[in-house]
């Protein structure tokens, strides 16, 4: 398992999204794959932590640590992106002086005990500049991660734009300078990363010599300049004219992507987009891949990627081998990278997981804390709404299916054989007339997907509120308006009354919209041991109509037949 590992200057952590191939998917995830690396570290982010979003931080399979300026918008930020399957840090850190809190705590990172803290804090005799120590950290501009093998640096250094910056820029380099010298004292190998606004040497720029007769430079006052005098004194083979600086008497890292390119003209990364210098390749190399003397026969592999567009820089990346020399000792890449319990004789014992995350990893910000991304969350939240109305709608769906029987006609026999109800029962096309009981002999009247109690005697329209039996009316005249949507017309209940009575009552006017509906009947079945065959045949009664078995209702109950509708048009759903 190689690693790769690539810096880009983004210009704006959604800018590159704008271009091919970046906009055929636009997901963070994607454009990894196709940088096809394991640590990703963006310079020039140019957002604040209000602006952070799900697709940013909740990338699956990656990790994420960010150093967001405190106080200027839409300007520097720094973030390195770690693959959970091939890396993992043990430590992570924002700024190069350690004046820094980690999140939810008020102790500097400096000041943390021995096995909490990176290390490697510049003194103050190793500070020269007059700029303030928290105002130096407070613009974004790096993040340390420690993996078992190296210590990460990923940096975006100040530009070289006007006289105002020149203090804060040279403070800067000089802070980093003495914090990687010090780590390498300490031991440690360090790898530093980013867009350091240094042009290294005049192989790595054009026309620099023509610029410098313009402004009348010399080359060796050009390469004298403070920040390049500190680049090239930190690097092996770096440039430097007279004397070394005291406290800079050795070099101490490598360029990498120069070791595999040394005499490769043109080798630039960075161009002037207003003059759209890009296609004739008039730019300069400003970002760099550096690593320590203990792990430079670790790379197999670097170079720059000029032709991915998105920026107006370029990626950079840097490949290591599968396996490495440690100690005069062969070793799997992958043990190296990750917490000493995750992978053994190079094989993984166990993944990564949300346990694993450091405190200054964006996953830990309240905001995206313990959850995937907004779409997942959405996904899932529909999942379980759509799961729980399935479970809510068993039980009403149950109970109309079991009283309906296991077809029609068993339904129709069941009924035809029943007599004997008490006064008052009503014969409707709605639920079976033998309404479920308590412990206590108490009906129950169902409802929905609840089961509500009634007492012997009481009034069961009590246990429906009037406004849900006015809101079903309602939506089922607004169905049956659309056309016939049930089989309500072919199972109409024909109510027998006694001759003397029908005889007496007047015809009950119709309502418009309910010509369909059949009458209501007050009077009770016939009596035990009378079939509906024997009625039909008795010249002094109508032919019923078969019906469907009932609910047990009170005699005060007034049968709404739109209910009925509905009750058939569930079940017919179903």
């Known amino acids: 398992m190689v690693l790769r590992i690539t810096t880009w200057n983004v210009n704006g952590i959604r800018n590159p999204f704008g271009y091919q191939p970046w906009r055929e998917k636009r997901t963070f995830q994607a454009m990894f794959d196709i940088l096809e690396a394991d640590i990703v570290i963006m310079q020039e982010t140019k957002i604040q932590r209000k602006d952070l979003q799900d697709d940013m931080v909740l990338v699956p399979g990656w ?20 693959k959970n399957a091939t890396c993992a840090p043990i430590r992570a850190e924002e700024g190069v002086l350690g004046v820094l809190c980690p999140p939810k705590s008020s ?49 975006y250094s100040p530009a070289n734009r006007d006289e105002s910056r020149i203090e804060f820029r040279e403070s800067f380099v000089e802070a980093l300078d003495a914090r990687i010298r010090n780590l390498v004292a300490a031991g440690k190998q360090v790898i530093l990363t980013g867009d350091l606004n240094i042009i290294r040497s005049e192989m790595d720029s054009s026309n620099i010599a023509e610029g410098l007769k313009k402004e009348g430079l010399s080359m060796d006052e050009w390469q004298s300049v403070p920040a390049r005098r500190i680049l090239n004194q930190l690097l092996f083979e770096g440039t430097v004219v007279g004397d070394r600086d005291e406290g800079r008497e050795q070099p101490v890292l490598w360029d990498i992507c120069r070791c595999f390119h040394p005499t490769r003209m043109g080798m630039h990364t960075c161009w002037d987009t207003k003059r759209n210098t890009r296609p004739a390749n008039v730019g300069s190399r400003i970002d760099y891949i550096l690593c320590s003397d203990g792990i430079k026969s670790w790379f197999v592999d670097s170079n720059i ?18 396996t490495v020399t440690k100690n005069d000792e062969e070793i799997a890449l992958a043990e190296l990278m990750n917490p000493v319990d995750m992978f053994r004789d190079g094989q993984r014992v166990r993944n990564w997981e949300q346990r694993d995350a450091l405190l ?19 996904t899932r939240k529909a999942s ?39 006064p008052g029962t009503i014969y409707s096309e709605s639920k079976t ?5 308590d412990s206590t002999g108490a009906r129950l009247i169902e409802r929905g997907s609840q089961i509500k109690r009634n007492p012997e005697g009481g009034s069961a329209e009590a246990a429906v509120p009037a406004a849900k039996r006015s809101k079903s009316s309602s939506d089922a005249k607004a169905k049956v308006a659309n056309g016939q949507r049930t089989l309500q017309g072919f199972f109409k209940p024909k109510v027998i009354a006694p001759a003397s009575k029908s005889a007496a009552s007047p015809a009950t006017p119709v309502p418009a919209g309910r010509s369909q509906v059949p009458e209501r009947a007050q009077t009770p079945p016939p009596a035990n041991g009378v079939t509906w065959q024997s009625l039909a045949a008795s010249p002094t009664t109508s032919t019923p109509q078969i019906t469907s078995t009932v609910k047990v209702i009170s005699p005060g109950r007034m049968f709404d037949p739109i209910e009925a509708k509905e009750s058939w048009s569930k079940l017919l759903a179903w």
């Not at 990790?63 to 200027?72: A, C, E, G, N």
């Not at 990893?361 to 997942?376: G, M, T, V, W, Y």
């Open 384 to 422: 379980q709404t759509s799961s729980q109305a399935e479970q809510n709608a068993i039980l009403p769906r149950h109970l109309e299916s079991k009283s309906m029987g296991a077809n029609t006609a068993a339904s129709l026999g069941a009924m035809a054989t029943r007599a004997g109800s008490a």
């Open 305 to 322: 990627q000029e032709g991915l567009m998105g920026s107006d820089h370029c990626p950079v990346y840097a490949t290591m081998g599968d």
């Open 107 to 155: 102790i500097p990172y400096r000041d943390l005990p021995e096995d909490k803290r990176i290390g490697g804090y510049p003194s103050m005799s190793q500070l020269r500049g007059n700029v303030d120590e928290a105002l130096l950290d407070s613009e974004g501009r790096c993040v340390v991660l420690e993996f078992p093998a190296f210590v990460l640096l990923g940096v």
């Open 433 to 437: 007339a033998t309404a479920p009981t």
């Open 360 to 378: 200054l990893s964006a996953k830990l910000i309240p905001e995206f804390d313990r959850r995937q991304n907004i779409r997942d969350m959405f």
């Open 63 to 82: 990790d994420v640590y960010f150093s967001l300026p405190q106080h200027k918008k839409g300007y520097s930020g720094v973030a390195i992106y770690t």
